[in-house]
Structures are given as structure tokens and as C-alpha cells.
């Protein structure tokens, strides 16, 4: 008897455990990445003791009070924001009129290790169209036509590909961009408005995340640097290592190339190299050069429509989906954990980094003051804007009350009134709380999605 039973309960063992694996082999076939299922933040709080009782009771709570400013999280530093500049209000409301079914053409300015190829995905695969763009596996561009017209209002590298060269910066781009696009299009020479965009990212992580990738052998090679009709001549631009690439090189050898275009890129690409002498170094002194280049890459990220930062993935989402009137379909997901964070470098190295890229660091600085500020002039404007549709529905409601004049209301009619009132005030107010994803941890860790990278 008792063997029997020994029998029945290791049939039972294997079974559940069978179960249990198969279980597992699903989640991970229906979850492939973790820090996005909700299936497991669900079963989490099944398995968690009084899981499901603090989900209902957290559920309640939502029901009862508005959400928190989901953007907090992002950096809980926001409340202490202090700004240091003082912007133009034009500087700072970017709402612009971009007309899709018209001529106007979205320009992405990508920026080597910013997280450019993520949101250069998110740019041709999740934004909420009439007519979304055709991304076919297997190919490197989707096609992003105008509803009812063969015409793209995409000018990145997802969509029309590196059409003014590999990285092509700000000199080169809008020297490029109006004849090719002409070249392109059935209509040419029409009247049409370019709106750029760019990623910034914190230097020091940028330039460790740009070190990283050259040392598994990548380079720019095919980068034009297209300067007053010319590209540079070797002397101008010499090359910081002897072979096909830079494959295995250490920190200290990246840093010590006088030549690595790694310093400073982000201010190089976004200012007008013509007002120096192009890649003519002998042309000004080495200070002068560079203060007029930040002095130009600033102007030109104040008139550019729309940027973003690597380090504020949900506030970029909000503001390039405020400024082009645009929603994305899936939120962006701020992830903590880099290859170019796991880097551990001593203080004087970071230090050293900081140094060759100072004209980066205070660009940056510039810009997350410039960003922040946007932001919170934004968010100011959502708030006052629903406060009015709430006034004006509260006046509507009065108003019937004053139709209602020479006859005396029931109190069933009164309850029903006021009931009313409150249920638009509840509901206007809703409508500032964002969806459910907008509750996602931020603290994720995954692989670098700025190393989800240009191997073309």
C-alpha cells in the first residue's frame, strides 16, 4: 500500500513539475523581455502574500484620487529644478503647426550613442497614423507616406536611410536635405517647412557608450563630413588609428587621439561648421573655434523644433507628442542600467573625459535647463487648458439650470443637475491622467538601447 502510494505521489511530482516547466517555457515565449510584461507584474502580485488584496485596494484608491505626476519618477529632482537661463518664450512654446497631409518633412539630426536608433524606431513604428509607415522584415527602411500621396514626411535613417551621408550634422543636413528631398519627390521645388529634431545624451555616458562600440571594431568610415561643397582632406581630418578600425583600443588610446571626433560631438554636430573654416583648424585659434561653434549649436537647438534627452525618455515623449500633435502607441522606457554605465572608471578618468568634452558638457547643460523648462511650461499649459474646458462645461450646466426659469425644480431634478456637474468635473479631470503604462517602473535594467546600434 504504502509503495502505491510512494508511486501515486512521484507520478503527481513529475507531473506538476512538467506543468510548471511548460508554464515557464510560455511566459517566456509570451514575455521575451521582462522589465515590459505585464503578464508578470501580474502573476507577481498574484504570488505575492495579500498581493491580490493590495491590487484591489490600490485599484480603489486610484478610483478615488488623481493619479501622481507620473513624471517624477523619472528624475525626483524635477520639484528642485531651478532654472539658470533665461529663455524667450519662443524659446520655450514649440508647438508647430506640421502639416502630414501637406509638404512638411520631419528632419532627424541622429547623434552617434544618444539612443538615436531607438527613437528613430519609434519614429517609424509606433506612432498612431492614418496611414502608418510599411516596415517589412528583413529591410533596413520602412516606407512613411503622406495619407493619399507617394511622398514621405520622414527624413531619417529608418525611413529615407543616410541620403546625405552616414550621421550627416547640421552643416550637412540642411545643405543636403531640400535637394534631395526634391529629387525624391514627384513635386519639386515646393514651398516646404523642415522641422529638426535631435537626442542629446549626458556626455561622459555618450562618450564611454561611443568608446565601447568602436572598440568592437565599429566605425564612420562612410561619414561624408560635407563642409562648404567639400568633404575634409586627411590632413584636415587625420584618422586616429592605422588599420580598417580601432578594434580592442583602450580608454586611454581613445582619449589620448587629438583627432577623435568623439570630443565634443555633440556641439561639433549641431553647430554651423562653415563659420569656423569647416575641419580648417589653422583658421582660429583652438578657443575661439570652439566658443563660436557652442555659441552656434546653441542657437541652433533653440530653433530646432523638437529635442529630446537620452536621460528622459518619457518627458521626451511628452513633449514631441505636444509639440507635433503626434501619439505614440507604446510609451518609452527609461532604462538605468548601460554597457556604458558597467564601465567603472576612476573619478580622475571621468574627470580627464570631462575635460575633452567641456564644450559638451556646458551644450548640455544648456539644453537640460532649455528641456526642462519646455517641459514644465507644457505641463503648466495642460493644466490651465483643462481648468477652462472644466469652467466652460460648469457654465453649460448653469445655463440649464437658467433655462429652467418660471417653473420651480423637483428635488429629484436638482440631485440630478448637480450629480451631473460633478461627474464632468471628474471626468475633465480624468482627462490629464495618463494610461496605465505611464505606472511602469522606470528602474529597469536591460542591454544599452543606445548599443542597439549602427552596424550599417
Known amino acids: 500500500m504504502d509503495e502505491k502510494s510512494n508511486s501515486g505521489h512521484q ?12 508554464g515557464v517555457i510560455m511566459v517566456q515565449y509570451v514575455c521575451p523581455s521582462r522589465s515590459e510584461c505585464r503578464v508578470l507584474h501580474r502573476l507577481g502580485s498574484w504570488f505575492t502574500v495579500g498581493g491580490a488584496t493590495r491590487a484591489r485596494l490600490g485599484e480603489n484608491r486610484m478610483q478615488d484620487k488623481p493619479q501622481k505626476d507620473p513624471y517624477i519618477a523619472e528624475d525626483g529632482a524635477l520639484a528642485r ?8 518664450e519662443a524659446d520655450l512654446n514649440r508647438d508647430v503647426d506640421f502639416n502630414m497631409k501637406g509638404d512638411d518633412v520631419i528632419v532627424f539630426l541622429h ?64 545643405s543636403c536635405v531640400p535637394s534631395r528631398m526634391d529629387s525624391q519627390e514627384t513635386h519639386k ?16 555616458s555618450r562618450y564611454l557608450s561611443e568608446w565601447r562600440h568602436v ?60 563659420l569656423v573654416g569647416c575641419y580648417n583648424v589653422s583658421a582660429m585659434s583652438d578657443e575661439d573655434r570652439w566658443a563660436v561653434l557652442l555659441d552656434s549649436a546653441k542657437r541652433n ?29 507604446a510609451p518609452f522606457t527609461q532604462l538605468n542600467g548601460t554597457r556604458a554605465s558597467s564601465v567603472e572608471v576612476p573619478p580622475e578618468t571621468q574627470r580627464r573625459i570631462r575635460q575633452l568634452n567641456q564644450w559638451d558638457v556646458e551644450l548640455y547643460e544648456y539644453a537640460r535647463d532649455l528641456f526642462l523648462q519646455r517641459f514644465q511650461v507644457a505641463r503648466q499649459q495642460e493644466r ?72 550599417w
Request: charged share 30%; net charge positive; aromatic share 12%.
Open 81 to 88: 529644478f531651478v532654472p539658470r537661463y533665461n529663455f524667450t
Open 111 to 174: 547623434i552617434q550613442k544618444t539612443g538615436g536608433t531607438t527613437f528613430g524606431r519609434h519614429l517609424v513604428r509606433n506612432i498612431k497614423l492614418e496611414r502608418p509607415c510599411e516596415c517589412h522584415a528583413g529591410q533596413k527602411k520602412c516606407t512613411c507616406f503622406r495619407p493619399g500621396k507617394k511622398e514621405t514626411w520622414l527624413f531619417s535613417r529608418f525611413s529615407t536611410g543616410w541620403s546625405c551621408g552616414l550621421h550627416a550634422d547640421w552643416t550637412e543636413l540642411t
Open 11 to 22: 507520478r503527481l511530482s513529475i507531473v506538476l513539475l512538467m506543468v510548471l516547466i511548460f
Open 384 to 455: 490651465r487648458q483643462t481648468r477652462e474646458r472644466r469652467q466652460m462645461e460648469r457654465r453649460r450646466l448653469r445655463g440649464r439650470l437658467a433655462t429652467k426659469q418660471g417653473r420651480r425644480l423637483k428635488p429629484t431634478e436638482m440631485t440630478r443637475v448637480t450629480d451631473e456637474e460633478k461627474a464632468t468635473e471628474s471626468t475633465v479631470e480624468s482627462e490629464v491622467l495618463l494610461q496605465d503604462w505611464w505606472d511602469l517602473d522606470e528602474n529597469s535594467t536591460t542591454e544599452d538601447y543606445s548599443d542597439n546600434v549602427e552596424q
Open 189 to 204: 521645388n515646393l514651398p516646404r517647412h523642415y522641422y529638426y529634431i535631435t537626442i542629446l545624451r549626458d556626455p561622459v
Open 301 to 329: 537647438l533653440r530653433g530646432m523644433a523638437f529635442f529630446g534627452l537620452t536621460e528622459y525618455q518619457r518627458k521626451t515623449q511628452y513633449l514631441f507628442e505636444r509639440t507635433f500633435n503626434l501619439e505614440f502607441i
Open 215 to 274: 572598440q568592437r571594431g565599429a566605425t564612420w568610415k562612410a561619414s561624408l563630413h560635407v563642409c562648404d561643397g567639400r568633404s575634409p582632406t586627411l590632413s584636415e581630418l587625420p584618422n586616429c588609428y592605422p588599420g580598417d578600425d580601432w578594434s580592442g583600443c583602450s580608454l586611454q588610446e581613445f582619449m589620448d587621439c587629438p583627432f577623435n571626433l568623439a570630443n565634443n560631438r555633440q556641439t561639433r554636430m549641431l553647430a554651423d561648421l562653415s
